[in-house]
């Protein structure tokens, strides 16, 4: 890496080096290669097209789908000293001539767009007059029909290629199956860029499902736990977001409602106060989040099961975007299956099924009895061999057995049905049912038709899920749905891998005072970290910006274990570069020396403060 890269990642970011697979990202993009790149929220994707729009000499384009989204992160550039700004609908005439002319006259560094800015008539014509070093998709999900938030208007984005063949683009999304990816680079028109997939871990969240029984009582317990802790719920219904916020505003916390159907100047409100930290608690439909650039989200509640894992993988990483501890906690309850389902029939003809197995794998992970964390890495195709402890099945797992036969006759007959049926088939083939879908194939003659017969359809659809959960088998969307083996499972048939499983039972609720006890261990007690978010919270009102604009928590529990008292001591903390340390550096330096001072006079032992 370049030192001019590593100087900007210090001098901006505050940063002393490259997360994982940034530095690859970041030369690649350099050296004028497409790039598509899948990144957890909160991994670190912004930086992989930000560096190099400061060390290229130019101007990035970033097309992002929200206005929330650009002026979130458009503020936080500003507070780093980098010269940014955005075009969108929400500029007057005035506003947006003046930030063209800062573009032409190259003050600029990175401008963002809205994809309906970037394709309105004219554009493009604009565009051309400026030294453009690089596009950035962001949020590239959005430009397939396979994925979880498809928008018709980022489909015409393939044009961006066609008139800048030479301008590198990198594309850029947290959540994409194999499926969403492939169709991301043929939109793209990018038959020749290099795929980054990082690790889609989230270690530092927390993963809890309980079951939708007296979800207010639940909701108080878990929030006594994370007191003063900004948070999302996030609701299947407008209804509900309202009826939640006011429930626990009685409740005497901080809560407001954000849905699609409320007036704009209320959602703009309850926004902003949730991002001030005015608010603690924001209950929002789907509508809010995308928007949402907040690094100190704590928690993230599911007030009800989402419609898929991408979506819900997405929103829960809306939580500890900074490092620091999360946790997500989901509400389950089969009656939201079936509102679901009827909710996703009545959608497109032609994605209705694939949308209803999605659905199926996502309670699947509700339902789960193994690591849940390793659920959903092995859906985006990452597996993991040891259990994650920081999920609640972790933390109270339950009885296996050796299920190795068991594993052996399902993958003996997916290899003998050529890997070409579904699950519902291959239990009917397991079973020796004899109905016309396997007569007509002529599928009870293969050798291990009723090898399963002693075993009932849920027996065998619960340890399905399991090996398709543990990654034991692929599931092949594109081909109806079609079972597939990978390594792992022909190990188990020709190197007698061994295979463990947990007993099918109907799914009970988990003990839900074990939880609570487990997330009290979990709250953040540290006096020096609460004065230091006073502070924060203080600056960030007086220069009109978001807390977390300031400094992160995971920054702030840095200072507060570190305790610097001098420049260079207080540069040397992970997110402090030389901008923020010049506009806010003095003022916590004094809030840490008060404190350490205070502690002395109080006979406390002080063990080390940097000197």
Same mark, same amino acid.
């Given at each position: 890496m370049s030192e001019t890269a590593q100087s900007v990642l210090k001098k901006y970011y505050g940063y002393d080096t490259f997360r994982p697979m940034q530095k690859d990202i970041i030369e690649s993009v350099m050296a004028k290669q497409d790039c598509?790149?899948?990144?957890?929220?909160?991994?670190?994707?912004?930086?992989?097209?930000?560096?190099?729009? /400061?060390?290229?000499?130019?101007?990035? +384009?970033? %097309? #992002? &789908?929200?206005?929330? $989204?650009?002026?979130?992160?458009?503020?936080? =550039?500003?507070?780093?000293?980098?010269?940014?700004?955005?075009?969108?609908?929400?500029?007057?005439?005035?506003?947006?001539?003046?930030?063209?002319?800062?573009? /032409?006259?190259?003050?600029?560094?990175? +401008?963002? %767009? #809205? &994809?309906?800015?970037? $394709?309105?008539?004219?554009?493009?014509?604009? =565009?051309?007059?400026?030294?453009?070093?690089?596009?950035?998709?962001?949020?590239?999900?959005?430009?397939?029909?396979?994925?979880?938030?498809?928008?018709?208007?980022?489909t015409q984005l393939r044009y961006i290629k066609a008139q800048f063949p030479s301008v590198p683009i990198i594309a850029l999304t947290a959540t994409a199956d194999r499926l969403t990816r492939l169709d991301i680079l043929k939109q793209l028109g990018l038959e020749a860029a290099k795929v980054f997939v990082s690790s889609f871990d989230r270690p530092n969240v927390s993963l809890t499902v309980m079951p939708a029984k007296n979800r207010l009582k639940s909701i108080t317990n878990f929030l006594e736990t994370h007191r003063g802790q900004p948070g999302i719920i996030y609701c299947l219904s407008r209804n509900s977001t309202e009826q939640l916020a006011q429930k626990l505003t009685g409740e005497g916390y901080k809560a407001a409602a954000y849905h699609a159907g409320l007036p704009p100047q209320t959602r703009s409100r309850a926004q902003d106060a949730f991002l001030k930290d005015n608010v603690q608690i924001i209950c929002a439909t789907i509508a809010f989040g995308m928007g949402i650039d907040k690094s100190n989200v704590r928690w993230v509640i599911h007030y009800n099961l989402p419609k898929n894992i991408e979506s819900y993988y997405q929103e829960i990483g809306r939580g500890g975007r900074d490092g620091a501890r999360a946790a997500a906690l989901l509400f389950y309850s089969y009656s939201d299956v079936m509102r679901l389902r009827d909710m996703?029939?009545?959608?497109?003809?032609?994605?209705?099924?694939?949308?209803?197995?999605?659905?199926?794998?996502?309670?699947?992970?509700?339902?789960?009895?193994?690591?849940?964390?390793k659920i959903l890495l092995q859906y985006f195709g990452e597996t993991h061999v040891n259990d994650c402890g920081n999920c609640d099945i972790c933390r109270n797992p339950p009885a296996t057995f050796d299920g190795t036969l068991l594993a052996q006759k399902a993958f003996s007959a997916v290899a003998?049905?050529?890997?070409?049926?579904?699950?519902?088939?291959?239990?009917?083939?397991?079973r020796g049912a004899r109905n016309q879908a396997v007569l007509q194939k002529g599928y009870d003659k293969i050798k291990t038709y009723g090898a399963g017969r002693d075993l009932s359809p849920l027996d065998w659809q619960s340890y399905l899920h399991q090996f398709l959960n543990a990654g034991w088998l692929e599931m092949a969307y594109e081909e109806g749905y079609a079972l597939k083996l990978n390594q792992r499972s022909r190990a188990v048939l020709f190197a007698d891998q061994k295979v463990s499983l947990v007993k099918f039972q109907p799914s009970a609720g988990k003990d839900e005072i074990k939880e609570v006890r487990q997330l009290k261990k979990e709250r953040i007690k540290d006096e020096l970290f609460d004065r230091l978010r006073v502070l924060r919270k203080k600056l960030a009102d007086e220069n009109q910006v978001p807390p977390y604009v300031i400094f992160s928590d995971s920054t702030l529990q840095e200072m507060a274990a570190e305790k610097p008292t001098n420049r260079v001591a207080m540069l040397a903390i992970t997110g402090v570069g030389l901008v923020k340390y010049e506009n806010y550096g003095h003022d916590f330096i004094n809030e840490?020396?008060?404190?350490?001072?205070?502690?002395?006079?109080?006979?406390?032992?002080?063990?080390?403060?940097?000197?």
């Open positions: 598509l790149v899948l990144m957890p929220t909160g991994g670190g994707k912004s930086v992989c097209f930000q560096v190099p729009a /400061l060390v290229l000499p130019g101007i990035c +384009l970033v %097309v #992002s &789908p929200l206005i929330a $989204l650009m002026k979130d992160q458009v503020e936080a =550039l500003l507070a780093n000293g980098i010269s940014a700004g955005y075009l969108n609908s929400s500029l007057g005439p005035q506003e947006q001539y003046d930030l063209e002319n800062k573009c /032409l006259a190259g003050t600029i560094k990175l +401008l963002y %767009v #809205s &994809p309906e800015k970037l $394709l309105s008539p004219g554009f493009f014509s604009f =565009l051309k007059r400026l030294p453009v070093n690089l596009f950035a998709i962001d949020e590239a999900h959005c430009i397939s029909a396979w994925g979880h938030d498809f928008r018709p208007e980022y996703l029939k009545e959608g497109k003809p032609d994605q209705v099924n694939l949308q209803l197995a999605k659905l199926e794998r996502m309670q699947q992970y509700a339902e789960a009895t193994m690591c849940r964390r003998r049905l050529e890997e070409k049926v579904n699950m519902g088939l291959l239990i009917d083939v397991l840490i020396i008060q404190f350490v001072t205070g502690q002395e006079e109080q006979g406390y032992t002080v063990k080390s403060i940097k000197r």
